[in-house]
């Protein structure tokens, strides 16, 4: 075999949560691409047409947009299925869905008036809900008796903290913001989750990574950028497809001997 043909992700069949936000848009081109059929689970349905119409029109047939609010319980069960039974299997779960919640002022408010009630909103997103997805893809992983691949979406603030200097001045969703406690926390319990499955299920063949992006350039204003990038290495926040290459290499056969590994594209922030 070519050494090239172990990143095809041909005859595969991939679920990304998250998958019509803005880096998820780019993870489920970016699979499609290299051969993948993609389930587009999103709780936007505005977004998840339009991925969704996008994908198809480009590659008939090859995506199924599922809208969806995966802190519920019975959702997770039923993206599976949906998945079968559209695609006849499932062999690579993004877990990227993450989520500040309905109420801004709530999510981005000092650590000492942080409500409890905002707290176990965001953990519902960005830890329950994968927990949920990972057990029901896994399920169905073991059932296929084939193995599969697991990537879950962490932060450069889930393995480091945030420098809160950058932030002075800094503007983002029309206001002032900063990186909140839970958002770290969430974010490093996906590292810990990933390490455990990735240990839990290796002898059955289902790799489980992380990926673990830093800044991402999506609307935040000069002053951020500038004193973001003055933190990295590289000088520059990220674009959205730069992160793309490192979830096609984790979900192939490139990949078959990483599992419980961090896979972290920063532009070397935690370098220094």
């Not at 936000?21 to 977004?47: Q, T, W, Y």
């Not at 802190?71 to 299925?81: C, G, Q």
């Not at 590292?191 to 499955?197: A, C, H, I, N, S």
């Amino acid at each position: 075999m070519a050494y090239t043909e172990l990143f095809s992700l041909s005859g595969k069949t991939a679920i990304v949560t998250g998958g019509a936000g803005f880096l998820g848009k780019h993870f489920c081109r970016g699979l499609v691409e290299a051969g993948a059929s993609v389930v587009i689970v999103d709780i936007n349905p505005a977004s998840v047409e339009a991925i969704h119409s996008e994908i198809n029109s480009r590659w008939p047939g090859r995506a199924l947009g599922v809208v969806a609010d995966i802190t519920e319980p019975d959702k997770a069960t039923r993206i599976v299925e949906q998945t079968v039974a559209q695609f006849g299997s499932v062999d690579i779960l993004l877990n990227n869905a993450a989520g500040k919640g309905p109420n801004l002022e709530a999510y981005f408010a000092p650590f000492e008036e942080y409500s409890l009630d905002q707290w176990r909103t965001v953990m519902a997103i960005n830890i329950d809900a994968m927990f949920l997805m990972a057990q029901a893809v896994g399920r169905q992983m073991l059932k296929q008796n084939r193995g599969g691949s697991i990537i879950q979406t962490s932060s450069a603030y889930g393995i480091m903290g945030p420098d809160n200097r950058i932030y002075e001045g800094s503007w983002y969703l029309n206001r002032r913001i900063n990186t909140p406690a839970v958002y770290s926390t969430s974010k490093a319990a996906v590292v810990g989750l990933t390490k455990f499955l990735a240990t839990y299920w290796a002898e059955k063949g289902i790799r489980v990574n992380a990926l673990v992006p830093g800044g991402t350039e999506s609307g935040q204003n000069e002053i951020f950028q500038e004193r973001y990038g003055a933190r990295i290495p590289l000088g520059r926040m990220a674009n959205a497809p730069e992160i793309v290459g490192a979830v096609l290499y984790l979900a192939s056969d490139a990949a078959s001997y990483v599992t419980g590994h961090c896979l972290v594209v920063d532009g070397g922030l935690n370098a220094w």
